[in-house]
DNA sequence: CAGCTTCCATACGGCAGAGTATGGGGTTAC
DNA sequence: GTAACCCCATACTCTGCCGTATGGAAGCTG
């Protein structure tokens, strides 16, 4: 596992592919064309290399997809860390992690991709546990502002709730992304709804 | 075109397969495990006969995807319909239509199927569609409710977000199905927060 | 009964991707 | 220099599906 050979810090042509390669590669894959679309061949030829490179690094198919949600779980944990380490009343936070989290692109396309097959055995459980630690940080900065314990998991649930629908409509391209004029009316709606209670 | 032959009206054997019945176990199939897994052989298969007669009825995959669609999309035609011309005040419409469609399974299950592959170019229109008319309708109930226009309409799109964003947590298992009983009390929190303002 | 249509079975060719096997060029170690 | 190792290319088999071609059994029609 060692680091191996010309060390190239200087120019943009990589002379060897880590797996860390492999799973960047494969994450944009699925944020672009969902799980379906990852397979091996495909991704080594726009990787510009074939498959017999892929299986030296990897056993499968599956290896490659479980450590590449592994990394992605890893990258949301940080952003929830972010999150929590912000501002400092509640309720300026939870608008805070409202207004972070809907600029937010490329995890965003990753989540509603493995949200399309959540009985896959190496999807479910990663999906599972982030949606579950989002939750609950809203159920608990929620209960903080002052709500009961049952309501405030209720309106967890319906924020977040409200939030996955909202991925799914822009993929429809049936409501305003977030570099258009209505998005950050649409925003100020849902907090004023939502958490000025 | 001509419905055929021996019309079995007695037993549960039917001795030939209708398009119609194509259809329908196309949209079960689909309910089930998502577009991906429309393919002929299977489906054929659990209809227990060959493709040898899918081949016969349809010219190809594409055109049983489009006429289950189309099906599909009738039937979603008809219970906005009926929720329509269902109660009289518009406080009370929209609160039976949010619990008249957390009751249904079927279509629930195929509008999540479709919304995982928004891009196909026979499932985006079709899901377009259906959204957008679904869409419309809540935000002319809030409108008749008292909500200005822009508010109505981002109010629609917060309740209409909140619906498919559970309609994912639910595949996921995390958020209580519609049988058990924190269902209704969510439903009721949702109401509360989303239309009695 | 012969003939036609309807619906389905079987067999075939083709394609795409999963893994496997094997070899070879380049680097490193001794 | 040569032996070992890392990384990748090539060629192969195997599987699952699409779509087609063709034949055959059952039913109506005359």
């Avoid at 999150?83 to 396309?109: I, K, N, Y």
């Avoid at 989540?111 to 459980?125: E, K, M, Q, T």
Wanted: aromatic share 8%; net charge neutral; charged share 25%.
């Amino acid at each position: 596992m060692a680091k191996s050979s010309t060390d190239n810090s200087g120019g943009g042509e990589k002379a060897s592919l880590t797996p860390a390669d492999w799973e960047q590669e494969a994450l944009a894959l699925i944020a672009e064309k969902g799980i379906a679309a990852l397979r091996v061949e495909p991704l080594a030829r726009r990787l510009g290399i074939t498959k017999g490179s892929f299986y030296w690094h990897f056993p499968g198919r599956d290896e490659l997809l479980s450590k590449a949600l592994a990394r992605w779980e890893q990258q949301d944990r940080q952003h929830l860390r972010l999150s929590l380490s912000a501002g400092s009343a509640p309720a300026e936070r939870l608008a805070d992690f409202v207004w972070r989290t809907s600029r937010q692109t490329l995890t965003h396309r990753i989540y509603v991709a493995l949200c399309a097959s959540p009985d896959h055995p190496c999807i479910g459980p990663v999906l599972r546990r982030v949606t579950e630690r989002r939750i609950k940080y809203l159920a608990a900065a929620l209960e903080e502002l002052g709500l009961p314990t049952t309501e405030a998991r209720h309106r967890a649930n319906l924020m977040y709730s409200s939030y996955v629908g909202y991925l799914q409509l822009q993929a429809q391209g049936l409501v305003p992304d977030k570099d258009e004029p209505d998005f950050d009316a649409y925003v100020q709606h849902v907090i004023e709804t939502l958490i000025e209670i």
